[in-house]
C-alpha cells in the first residue's frame, strides 16, 4: 500500500459504519423479538357415529327414533324377514255396547189385544130328537153333539213397520210375557158344571221347539198332571173344577206366528176353544149351552223377531241425553278413545307426515240380520291444541263403490258442536252389510277408509291422541226381511297399519358429544391472533332414502345455547344427500358427502363456543333429490342407517406473539 492510501483508508472505513449504523434499527424499550407463529386445531370429536332410523337402546347403533320409549313402544312395529316398517295403532275400546233400542224402534208399538169373546155352543131348540148317533148325547129328550168348539182371533195392532209371511214361518219370540184366560162365564149355571172338559189352543204360538206339533195348549180335565207343560204333548192341565179361575202361564221364549202379510194393515192370531159338554146336565129345551172369556197378554215383551218386511229404522250407537241433536263437544253424548302412540312424539320427531294412509275400520254385530247397516258417525280427532273430522267422500276407485260421504242424514237429528250444526261433508258414512248373517253369531265387517274415500291422511298426519266418536245408525235401508234378538251389540274399532312411508318433511334430533375446548388455543387475550379458518366438518354415508338439511345447536355443559347454526334450514351447503330409491322406495344405494358448519373468524366469536360440551343436531328430512328414478313414496326399513363417518374441529390462525 502506499502513503497515500494509507492515509486515507482508515478514513473510508470509519464513515462506511457510521453509515451502516446509521441504517439499522435499534431497538429501544422492550428488548424481546416479535415472532408469528402458524397454528393448526385438528381435532377428532367423533370418530364414527352410526344412527339406524329405529331401534331402541339394546341396538347395536344409536336409534333416531327409539321405539321402546314410552312415546314409540306403541307406533312402530317392525317386519323381521326383511325390517319393514310399519305404523301401527289400534283403538278398540270404544265400547259401543248394546243397541236394544233397535228392537223397539224396528216393532214400533206393535202389541197383541185383549180378545174378550161369549160363544153360544149349543142352542137347545136347533137341536133334533130322534135316535143318537155316534158322538152325540141325549140332553132331555134331544140328542146333541157334546163335543163343542169356537174360534176367535187376537188383534195384531199398533205397528205399521213390519210385516210376517207364515210361508217363511215369521215370528215374535216373546221375552217375560204371561198370558192370561180371566172372565169365564158358561151357561146354563149347573152344580155338576157344563163341561166335563175344556181344551184352550192357540196354534199361533208354538213353545219350543217350536214346531207346528209344539202349540199352546191348556186343558182343564179332572185330575191335572201338574202346574208345567206335563201332558203327553207338552199340554199345561188345570183342575176342571177351577176354570172359573181362568189361568195364567209364562210365556217366555214361546213364540207368536201372527197372520199379518202386509206392513199397512193389522194381523191376527187364532184362539180356539174346545170341550166335552157335561151329559148330565139339567136342562130344559129351549136352554142354550154358551160359554164367555177374555185373552190377554200382560207385561208384553219382545226379545226377538224375524219378519218379512221391515220398514228402515234409527238407532242411536252412542248416548243421546235428550234424544234429540247430539253433541260430539259434550263427553256424555259420544266415546272416547286413544291413540296411545301418539301421545309425546313431537319431543322427538316434528311435522311427521304419512304416505298412503289407510284405516281399517271393524264393525261388529251380534243379534242382527238383516239387508245391511249405515253408521253415519262425527270422528274427531284431538290432540290438546287442534282437532280435525275425519270425513267421508265419494269413493274415487270406481270399481270398488266404498262410497264414505254423507250427502244427507236418513233421521232428524243433526250433529252439532257447542250449538252449531256440523256440516255433512264434516262426516263420514260407514255402511255394513249384514245379508249373510245369522242370530246367536257375531258378525265382523271390515271397511277400508284410504285416501280415495276419505282425507284419512289429514286425519292421521295430525297425530291425534283422543279421538271422539259420536254416531247413529239406519238399519234395514231396502225394507226387506229382518231378524233382531236381544241383547242387540254392534262394536266399532279401527286400525292403522301402514309401511313407514314419508310424504313430506319432517325433523329428528339427536345430540353428540363435543368438547371444543382447544378453541381457546386461539382465544387468548394476550396474543395477536388472525383466524383464516374455523369450521366443524362433518362426513357422512347416508343409507336413508331421504335428505336432509341440517342445523346445529351448540350447548355447554349445563346445557345452555350458546349458538345456533342453520336455523332456518336455509343454507344449501349443510345438506345430507338421499339414498338412491328403488321402485318401491325403499334405499337402493347410499350417498356421501361431507357438509361444514364454520364457527366463525373472531376471538371473541370463538372463546364463547370454547365451552361447547355438546352438540345438538336437528335433521329436516325429506325426499327432495333422491335419485334411482324413482317417483314413490321414500318407505323406510328399521336397519337404514346415517352414519356421520368423522366429526372434526378444523381451524387455521396466525398467532403473533411479543408485538
Do not use: H
Not at 346445529?552 to 345452555?560: L, P
Request: with cysteine; charged share 25%.
Amino acid at each position: 500500500m502506499s502513503s497515500s492510501q494509507a492515509s486515507w483508508w482508515p478514513l473510508t472505513v470509519a464513515a462506511l459504519t457510521f453509515i451502516t449504523l446509521v441504517g439499522c434499527d435499534v431497538p429501544t424499550g422492550d428488548p424481546s423479538p416479535s415472532i408469528n407463529t402458524d397454528t393448526e386445531i385438528s381435532t377428532p370429536l367423533v370418530q364414527e357415529k352410526t344412527f339406524t332410523f329405529l331401534g331402541g337402546p339394546n341396538s347395536e347403533f344409536d336409534p333416531l327414533i327409539d321405539t321402546t320409549s314410552s312415546d314409540f313402544d306403541s307406533l312402530f312395529e317392525v317386519e323381521s324377514s326383511n325390517n319393514d316398517i310399519s305404523v301401527v295403532q289400534e283403538i278398540d275400546n270404544f265400547d259401543i255396547g248394546n243397541l236394544n233400542g233397535a228392537l223397539d224402534n224396528a216393532t214400533g208399538a206393535l202389541t197383541f189385544d185383549q180378545k174378550s169373546f161369549e160363544r153360544e155352543l149349543i142352542d137347545l131348540q136347533e137341536e133334533e130328537e130322534g135316535i143318537a148317533f155316534p158322538g152325540e148325547q141325549r140332553i132331555g129328550n134331544l140328542n146333541v153333539e157334546l163335543q163343542r168348539s169356537a174360534t176367535a182371533n187376537i188383534p195384531v195392532r199398533g205397528s205399521n213397520r213390519v210385516a210376517f209371511k207364515e210361508s217363511q214361518n215369521n215370528y215374535v219370540e216373546l221375552g217375560p210375557t204371561t198370558i192370561e184366560v180371566q172372565n169365564i162365564t158358561s151357561s146354563p149355571t149347573a152344580p155338576g158344571g157344563v163341561f166335563d172338559s175344556l181344551r184352550f189352543t192357540y196354534p199361533d204360538i208354538r213353545v219350543e221347539p217350536y214346531g207346528e206339533d209344539n202349540q199352546l195348549v191348556v186343558d182343564f180335565v179332572e185330575n191335572p198332571c201338574g202346574s208345567g207343560p206335563c201332558g203327553s204333548n207338552g199340554e199345561y192341565e188345570r183342575d176342571i173344577s177351577t176354570l172359573g179361575d181362568g189361568f195364567r202361564i209364562d210365556l217366555e221364549g214361546a213364540r207368536i206366528y201372527p197372520d199379518k202379510p202386509n206392513i199397512d194393515e193389522n194381523g191376527t192370531v187364532t184362539f180356539k176353544i174346545g170341550g166335552q159338554v157335561n151329559p148330565d146336565l139339567t136342562v130344559k129345551d129351549d136352554d142354550k149351552i154358551s160359554f164367555g172369556a177374555s185373552t190377554s197378554f200382560k207385561n208384553f215383551k219382545i226379545r226377538e223377531i224375524d219378519v218379512d218386511q221391515a220398514k228402515p229404522f234409527t238407532v242411536a250407537v252412542t248416548p243421546n241425553e235428550n234424544g234429540g241433536d247430539i253433541n260430539v263437544a259434550n263427553d256424555n253424548e259420544v266415546r272416547t278413545a286413544a291413540f296411545d302412540g301418539f301421545g309425546g312424539i313431537t319431543d322427538r320427531v316434528d311435522g311427521l307426515k304419512l304416505a298412503d294412509v289407510s284405516l281399517t275400520f271393524q264393525v261388529e254385530t251380534a243379534n242382527l240380520a238383516s239387508t245391511d247397516a249405515q253408521v253415519y258417525a262425527a270422528i274427531q280427532g284431538t290432540n290438546g291444541t287442534n282437532q280435525i273430522y275425519l270425513r267421508g267422500t265419494e269413493d274415487q276407485n270406481m270399481s270398488r263403490g266404498a262410497d264414505r260421504n254423507v250427502s244427507s242424514l236418513p233421521f232428524s237429528a243433526a250433529f252439532t258442536e257447542n250449538g252449531s250444526r256440523l256440516p255433512n261433508d264434516s262426516l263420514i258414512k260407514l255402511g255394513v252389510g249384514l245379508g249373510g248373517a245369522s242370530l246367536g253369531e257375531t258378525e265382523r265387517t271390515s271397511l277400508v277408509v284410504d285416501g280415495d274415500n276419505s282425507n284419512v291422511a289429514d286425519f292421521v298426519n295430525a297425530l291425534p291422541t283422543e279421538v271422539r266418536l259420536a254416531g247413529q245408525a239406519e238399519i234395514n235401508t231396502d225394507g226387506g226381511g229382518l231378524q233382531v234378538r236381544k241383547p242387540i251389540a254392534l262394536d266399532a274399532n279401527f286400525s292403522l297399519n301402514v309401511p313407514l312411508r314419508i310424504r313430506d318433511r319432517f325433523v329428528v334430533r339427536d345430540t353428540i358429544d363435543a368438547d371444543l375446548s382447544d378453541l381457546n388455543d386461539l382465544t387468548d387475550p394476550e396474543e395477536d391472533v388472525n383466524i383464516s379458518t374455523a369450521e366443524l366438518q362433518f362426513s357422512y354415508t347416508n343409507g336413508l332414502p331421504l335428505g336432509a338439511d341440517v342445523k346445529m345447536v351448540v350447548v355447554d355443559a349445563a346445557g345452555s345455547v350458546i349458538e345456533t347454526f342453520n336455523d332456518g334450514f336455509d343454507n344449501e351447503n349443510l345438506r345430507i344427500q338421499p339414498a338412491a330409491k328403488n321402485g318401491d322406495g325403499a334405499a337402493a344405494s347410499s350417498s356421501s358427502g361431507t357438509f361444514v358448519f364454520t364457527l366463525g373468524s373472531t376471538q371473541q366469536g370463538l372463546q364463547a363456543l370454547a365451552d361447547g360440551d355438546q352438540i345438538r343436531l336437528a335433521f329436516n328430512m325429506d325426499q327432495a333429490g333422491s335419485g334411482g328414478g324413482s317417483e314413490a313414496a321414500a318407505r323406510l326399513r328399521a336397519d337404514d342407517q346415517l352414519t356421520l363417518n368423522r366429526v372434526r374441529l378444523e381451524a387455521d390462525a396466525s398467532v403473533q406473539t411479543g408485538k
